[in-house]
Each structure stands twice: as structure tokens, then as C-alpha cells.
């Protein structure tokens, strides 16, 4: 059984930063890549950043030179750094893995993001 835990949501003023983590475990074989996608109320999910196992990097533009993503593959983690948060950052943030020869996609159970004075 393959089982995402996601860690580092909460709340934070804007300018401010939080770092996200999510590890994957179980027989979850290869894994290809993985993100972080987010969903505000009322909105539909959108990828905010991802990662491919060479390191390649995807971002949305709306993050772009605000947010890091990185991933520690003999750890099977993704992190993202996510600094200068304003309040349109504010979402449930999902993790994301595509893995083995099957590209099975796995998400995560979400982690709130809240940015606000």
C-alpha cells in the first residue's frame, strides 16, 4: 500500500515563508515525478510546481522566483520552499507522485496553507 505524508502547512503573514514536505512509502516502485498542486475555495486544482527525477523543474507563473521545489530521492520526499506568501497563496496543497512502470498518479490528503495578517 502506497501512503503520501505531507507536513509543513499553517498559517503565516504575508512576506512571510513555510516549507512543505512529502514522503512517500510502500510499494510505490520507481518514482518519476513529483509536485505540489494547490486548490483554493472555490477554485479548481492547479500544479504549482514539479520535479522529474533528473531534477528537471516545472513551475506555475504565479510562483515562479517565490517558490523552490526539491526532492531527496533515496528518501522518496519532495519539499517545497515557498517564500514572499501573499494571500492568493492561501489553498489546500496536494502532493503528487507518478511512479512505477504504470505512471500510477498518488496524491496526498492535503495540508492548509493560510496566509494572512
Known amino acids: 500500500q502506497v501512503q503520501l505524508v505531507e507536513s509543513g502547512g499553517g498559517l503565516v503573514q504575508p512576506g512571510g515563508s513555510l516549507r512543505l514536505a512529502c514522503a512517500a512509502s510502500?510499494?510505490?516502485?520507481?518514482?518519476?515525478?513529483m509536485g505540489w498542486y494547490r486548490q483554493a475555495p472555490g477554485a479548481q486544482r492547479e500544479l504549482a510546481a514539479d520535479i522529474a527525477r533528473d531534477g528537471n523543474t516545472n513551475y506555475a507563473d504565479s510562483v515562479k522566483g517565490r517558490f523552490t521545489i526539491s526532492r531527496d530521492n533515496a528518501k522518496n520526499t519532495v519539499y517545497l520552499q515557498m517564500n514572499s506568501l501573499k494571500p492568493e497563496d492561501t489553498a489546500v496543497y496536494y502532493c503528487q507522485v507518478v511512479a512505477s512502470r504504470e505512471l500510477n498518479v498518488y496524491w496526498g490528503q492535503g495540508t492548509q496553507v493560510t496566509v494572512s495578517s
Open positions: 510502500g510499494s510505490i516502485g520507481r518514482i518519476y515525478v
